[in-house]
């Protein structure tokens, strides 16, 4: 069965330091891996996704993932946090039907100035 | 582009009214999926469509929901009589193709009273 955590329901960092979204899977078969943001009132918005090839992937506003296969896990991070990165971020996976995502319960981001 | 859109973007209804939301996808994305987010908890699959034809509708919870999409461009989804549980926000997004990243529109925030 596939399945995501995000073991931590809030996430709070200073602006200017660096920023960690932690997320594990659980898949058969290979991980097709995916993060997305959310704003409020707004939809999902593609930030990246790993699907084989580097374990690092880097992807939109700065942010990438390191894919770590042993460890099933595939955290997001950001080198240098804004304020304007504060959202709700779900981890996604893809399951073994074709295109189904199956996603973490979010992780809400703060970043205060 | 366009992106996918959604309308309406709130509803609020009685228990035992019926509900029908509608999804544009992008132009040109056959894959078609509808998801459903309850307050606090994951984003839950609903189904997926291949053009017209419904290519996995195991997330479906119930038959009081019908999907549709006639002639494989716009979905909808009607709730038949809506129930206390059904709250919360649905969500349709569009891919090209299954393993290309999925986009999503702002969601319907769907208020059962």
């Known amino acids: 069965a596939q399945s995501v955590a995000q073991p931590e329901d809030q996430v709070n960092v200073a602006e200017g330091n660096p920023l960690t979204v932690k997320c594990t899977y659980s898949?058969?078969?290979?991980?097709?891996l995916f993060w997305y943001v959310q704003y409020p009132n707004r939809g999902l918005q593609f930030l990246l996704k790993?699907?084989?090839?580097?374990?690092l992937v880097k992807g939109s506003y700065g942010f990438e993932a390191e894919f770590n296969k042993s460890q099933t896990s595939f955290h997001l991070k950001k080198p240098s946090a804004l304020v304007s990165d504060s959202a709700l971020y779900f981890c996604a996976v893809r399951g073994s039907t074709l295109g189904r995502l199956y996603f973490g319960r979010g992780t809400q981001l703060t970043v205060w100035p | 582009e366009a992106g996918v859109t959604q309308f309406p973007s709130h509803s609020v209804i009685e228990k035992g009214q019926t509900v029908t939301l509608r999804c544009d996808p992008i132009?040109?994305?056959?894959?078609l999926y509808w998801y459903r987010r309850v307050m606090g908890k994951e984003i839950k699959f609903l189904l997926h469509?291949?053009?017209?034809?419904?290519?996995?509708e195991s997330g479906m919870p119930n038959n009081r929901f019908l999907a549709e999409r006639t002639g494989g461009t716009y979905s909808t989804l009607k709730v038949q009589p809506a129930e206390l549980e059904d709250s919360g926000v649905y969500f349709c997004?569009?891919?090209?193709?299954?393993?290309?990243?999925?986009?999503f529109g702002d969601g319907t925030r769907l208020s059962i009273l």
């Open positions: 469509f291949v053009k017209e034809s419904k290519q996995d």
């Open positions: 790993y699907i084989t090839g580097d374990n």
């Open positions: 132009s040109g994305h056959d894959n």
């Open positions: 898949v058969s078969g290979n991980p097709y």
């Open positions: 997004a569009s891919s090209q193709a299954p393993h290309q990243p999925q986009h």
